[in-house]
């Protein structure tokens, strides 16, 4: 059985589309301004370089980010819907144990009150 993305309708769906779009675009944008801020104090700078030239990385992977958000929410929907899935399977076998031996015991119990 195939499981359904949950993120897919905010794909779809237009107006959703579009404040996504606008939303990562103002992201996008900061993340710009931060690395040009960042590339000034690093040049201008003499120490702490190695904290300029992580806020420059840091910034053109938020970038990478929002520049294809559509990949990444297909990601994060598809682990999301296995994770879902695992759990889900994991608590009804839990259940399933739970119920199989606690009714064991029982028996077991009632078994050995009657014996004594």
Aim: with cysteine; charged share 10%.
């Amino acid at each position: 059985m195939e499981f359904e993305n949950p993120f897919y309708w905010w794909i779809t769906n237009p107006g959703i589309n579009f404040l996504l779009s606008l939303v990562f675009s103002a992201i996008a944008f900061i993340g710009v301004i931060y690395f040009v801020v960042n590339l000034v104090f690093l040049s201008s700078s003499e120490r702490n370089k190695g904290k300029h030239i992580i806020g420059i990385l840091f910034s053109l992977l938020v970038i990478g980010f929002c520049l294809r958000w559509e990949w990444f929410l297909i990601f994060i929907g598809n682990v999301s819907s296995l994770l879902t899935k695992g759990i889900g399977d994991i608590l009804m076998q839990a259940v399933y144990y739970w119920y199989l031996y606690s009714f064991e015991e029982k028996v077991n119990l009632t078994l050995t009150s009657l014996i004594v």
